[in-house]
């Protein structure tokens, strides 16, 4: 298993552009999260899925759009482009089933805007 | 709203104990865990407990936990070179975060002196 991928590791953006991270899972979790993680700030969730279809708002949800069209795919959008918006995202995947504890994190996308 | 407390840094020499402290403000607070994050990489889990415990050891790590005071801790004994990392502390009420993610602190650097 591969776990959890994202895809592109390195992004850098102008102002204004647009892109979207890809999450990749192929532990069949039902649910998917992607955080940003800021110098000093810890993780922040910004949106989430509890399955295949679905999608709600975190903590700092503003500017960023997700969808989730396939049970193993996460997309987190970015229309456009802020400095604020310069971070690490991680993506993660959980199951509520069979009593697991444990949020599985993929690798990280440091994205920079310019 | 919820929030979690760590200290920044913490800086031992090699071969030493290591603890790490965590405060949680949300007393429904039912899943407490430990991540790690080493350079470059996502988070990985290191160890969690239930609120209903007290202590849980798990080789080098003992986690302690002080319900009536919303206080979380992370002994590493014999602390190594390869124990270098960020140490993040989260809670949640439902397993594995649920559907809304878990709360992160902010992370506690540790660093490891010859």
């Known amino acids: 298993n591969a776990g959890v991928t994202q895809t592109p590791k390195f992004r850098v953006l102008k102002t204004g552009q647009s892109m979207t991270l890809l999450c990749a899972q192929d532990?069949?979790?039902?649910?998917m999260y992607w955080y940003r993680q800021d110098p000093g700030m810890g993780l922040r969730l910004i949106h989430y899925?509890?399955?295949?279809?679905?999608?709600a708002k975190g903590e700092v949800p503003d500017g960023y759009n997700v969808s989730r069209l396939k049970k193993q795919n996460f997309l987190l959008g970015l229309e456009s482009a802020a400095p604020s918006q310069t971070s690490v995202y991680f993506c993660?995947?959980?199951?509520?089933?069979?009593?697991?504890?444990?949020?599985?994190f993929g690798p990280g996308t440091r994205l920079t805007v310019t | 709203g919820e929030d979690v407390e760590q200290s920044l840094f913490l800086s031992v020499r090699e071969g030493d104990s290591s603890v790490i402290n965590c405060t949680y403000t949300?007393?429904?607070?039912?899943?407490l865990y430990w991540y790690k994050q080493e350079p470059g990489a996502g988070l990985q889990l290191l160890t969690y407990?239930?609120?209903?415990?007290d202590m849980k050891q798990d080789q080098r790590l003992t986690v302690l936990l002080n319900k009536k005071d919303k206080h979380l801790s992370l002994r590493i004994a014999d602390t190594q070179t390869g124990d270098s990392a960020i140490y993040f502390c989260?809670?949640?009420?439902?397993?594995?975060?649920?559907?809304?993610?878990?709360?992160f602190g902010k992370g506690t650097h540790l660093i490891i002196q010859p």
């Open positions: 993660a995947s959980s199951s509520p089933d069979r009593g697991l504890f444990e949020q599985y």
């Open positions: 532990m069949n979790h039902e649910y």
């Open positions: 899925s509890v399955g295949e279809g679905t999608t």
């Open positions: 949300d007393s429904s607070s039912t899943y």
């Open positions: 407990i239930f609120s209903n415990m």
């Open positions: 989260a809670e949640s009420n439902i397993p594995g975060g649920g559907a809304d993610g878990l709360t």
